[in-house]
Structure formats: C-alpha cells, structure tokens
C-alpha cells in the first residue's frame, strides 16, 4: 500500500444520486458516480487533493489543453467480488502508463501514492455505484490535463489530474464489423500512438465516421508508413486465431500496450498456445480469411474487454468469421479473465487488487 503525504480532503455530496439510477442498466459513460477526485499541479508540486461532488469544473477559455491538446487519460474498472469486496484490475500498470504517456507530452509525472490513494478513496465514497449484474463494472477514468490559461505554445505549468467513475455494462453490444482503415493513419513512427493521448481518439472519429457509413463498427488501423501491416482497432488492441496459433501485432511506438492485451497473452502462454507477436500483414489477414483458417478474430481494452469481430471489410470484400459460439479461445479467455477480476478464480500472477 503507497502512502501518500498529503491528506485528501473529502466534501460529500449532501445527497446521493444513487436512489435515482439503476447502475445495473444504464448507458456506458453518461451517468457518473457521485464524487470525483482533484489534484492540482502548480508547477512545483501536486497540490490540493480532494473529493468533492461529482460537478462542472471552472476552466479559462484559454486553458492549453482545450488549444494544445496536452491531455491524457486511461481507463480501468472496478468490480464488486462475491463477498462485497472492492476489487480492481492491475491499477499499477495504470498509472505506470499514465506516466509514460505524461512524459511522452511533457506533462509531470503523477506519483503512484497519490493515484492509487485519490483511487481507492473514491471507491470508498462511491462503492455503492459498482453494478453487481454479471458484465457490469464500474468504469474508472483517470485523466490529467494541462490548466494554464496562456495561448502560448509551450508546455503548461500548471495541471489537474482527475479521476471520474461511471457504472457501465458492456461497451459494444454486439460483434463487431471493422473495415481495414487504408487512406487515413492513426499513428506515425515517432509519434503519440503508443500513447494515451487524447487527440489519438479525436483523430480516428472523422474515419471512423466514413466507415459507419458504409455499415462498418469500427475500423482497423494499418501501419502509418505503407498501410500494409494491421496494428489496432478504434478501442481496443487486436487479436486473431489463425490454425492454431494466436498471432497479435508487436508492439512498437504505433501501438498502446494494452494491458487487457498483456493479460490475454499472458492467460494464453499458461494455457501452452503458440503466440506470435509480430507484424501482421493485412495480406496475411485476406489469406487466412479466404482459406477459412482464420478461427477467431476480437480486440481486448479495458472498456471493450474481449470484443468478438464479425466480419472483417478489405477494400470492397467482406468477410464473415466463425461464428461467436464457435470461438474457442475468446469465448475462453473471456470468461477467465472475468473470473479473475471479480476475485473468482486463483490469480497467480497477482494482478487484482482489493482496495482496504
Ligand atoms: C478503455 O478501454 O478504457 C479505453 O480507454 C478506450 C476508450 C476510449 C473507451
């Protein structure tokens, strides 16, 4: 357990929302729980820790993240075990990541103690809003932005890092149709894919935007050189089953290091299957599909989980998968992963933390 120096000051809402809503059926991200936490950076030191009513924040229309765009966020989830435990999933490599992302754009480092103590104080407010149906969870989203009011470009002094919850269930409804995105990239060598960065999301919306159009879900990343190999989808990180391997694209500066994907693979290797992390060529993918050897396609995120896909679109071709009832592995892994996190099944690799 980290321990923190400062103290975080909790104002609690005079009354609760909870009454109102049904956290077991509600839309994903448009009902928050009903207190938030707030730091300050003033260009020194992390300031001001609080809980307060989940609210507007006053903002200077000349704040440099709304005009720069120095804002990141990560995405996690906290279940309720059989037992009314508190239980969350790998919320180390959260904030791990959260920092790889905040020195990928100049941001200050948030320190572990007061991520993971401004966390688990708001579950302790808020652990009522953690849905109890099977699928439900309730979404956590960390996020840190840039609060000077200077239209410079420069990096900010001074910043908020932030963490909102809303109950959700399932983030996509049904299996997917993703089409194979070959005019616009996502992410460049030497860029911001790997990531959290907020305009990584703005960017793919207009894309993903034409596909919908053309009756697709969501898209396939290609690599940003030459379009030739796949890299990840508009959530989620991507994974096939072809013959009897598991093959996933490699990661490298274009890709986030998904740690539902970690998890996947590191479920995968203990279960003595063949992975190969590498780079997969969207050829490859066409031949697999077109020989009927491709067993299982889904993405994995913290929000989208296992993410079955449907049919894969190449240019004007679609291809359907197996059916999602014949899909071994995710269908598996799926079910694994949810026993793990919802403190049902021995976890060896010590990834679920319950919070005191
Ligand atoms: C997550 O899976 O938590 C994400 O951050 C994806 C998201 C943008 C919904």
């Known amino acids: 357990m980290s321990i923190t120096t400062l103290p975080i000051a909790i104002q609690p809402v005079a009354k609760s929302r ?5 956290v077991n059926n509600v839309p994903f991200g448009k009902v928050f729980s009903d207190h938030m936490f707030i730091a300050d950076f003033d260009g020194q030191t992390w300031n001001d820790l609080r809980i307060v009513p989940y609210g507007d924040v006053p903002l200077s229309p000349a704040t440099s993240s709304i005009h720069y765009g120095q804002s ?3 995405g996690m989830k906290a279940y309720r075990s059989d037992s009314g435990d508190v239980l969350l999933f790998r ?7 959260l920092n790889l992302s905040a020195e990928r754009m100049a941001m200050p480092a948030v320190p572990e103690s ?3 103590d401004g966390l688990c104080e708001l579950l302790r407010n808020d652990k009522n809003w953690i849905p109890s149906k099977e699928g439900s969870s309730l979404y956590i989203r960390p996020f840190h932005f840039a609060t000077d009011d200077y239209l410079g470009v420069k990096a900010s002094d001074h910043y908020k890092f932030m963490i909102i919850t809303t109950p959700v269930g399932p983030y996509y409804s049904h299996p997917l149709k993703v089409l194979v995105e070959k005019s616009f990239f ?5 860029g911001v894919g790997f990531v959290k960065a907020s305009g990584n999301y703005g960017r793919s919306l207009y894309p993903t935007q034409l596909a919908k159009q053309k009756g697709y879900d969501q898209l396939i990343w290609t690599d940003g050189r030459e379009h030739k190999y796949v890299e990840e989808s508009g959530t989620m990180n991507l994974m096939f089953v072809i013959g009897d391997k598991l093959i996933t694209p490699g990661l490298r500066d274009t890709i986030l290091a998904g740690i539902t994907r970690d998890s996947v693979l590191t479920l995968a ?3 003595g299957m063949t992975i190969e992390e590498r780079p997969v060529e969207v050829r ?4 697999a599909l077109e020989k009927g050897t491709m067993q299982d396609a889904f993405g994995t995120g913290t929000a989208a989980t296992i993410a079955h896909i449907s049919h894969i679109g190449i240019d004007d071709i679609q291809y359907e998968l197996p059916p999602v009832e014949k899909r071994e592995f995710s269908n598996k892994v799926n079910f694994e992963l949810d026993q793990i996190r919802r403190g049902r099944k021995e976890d060896k690799h010590g990834w679920v933390y319950r919070v005191s």
């Open 18 to 22: 909870l009454p109102e809503v049904d």
């Open 72 to 74: 990141i966020f990560e």
């Open 91 to 97: 919320p180390f490599d959260n904030q791990r990541r």
């Open 114 to 116: 007061i991520f993971m």
């Open 186 to 190: 996502r992410a460049v060598p030497g």
């Open 269 to 271: 290797r203990d279960w």
């Open 284 to 287: 490859e993918v066409v031949e």
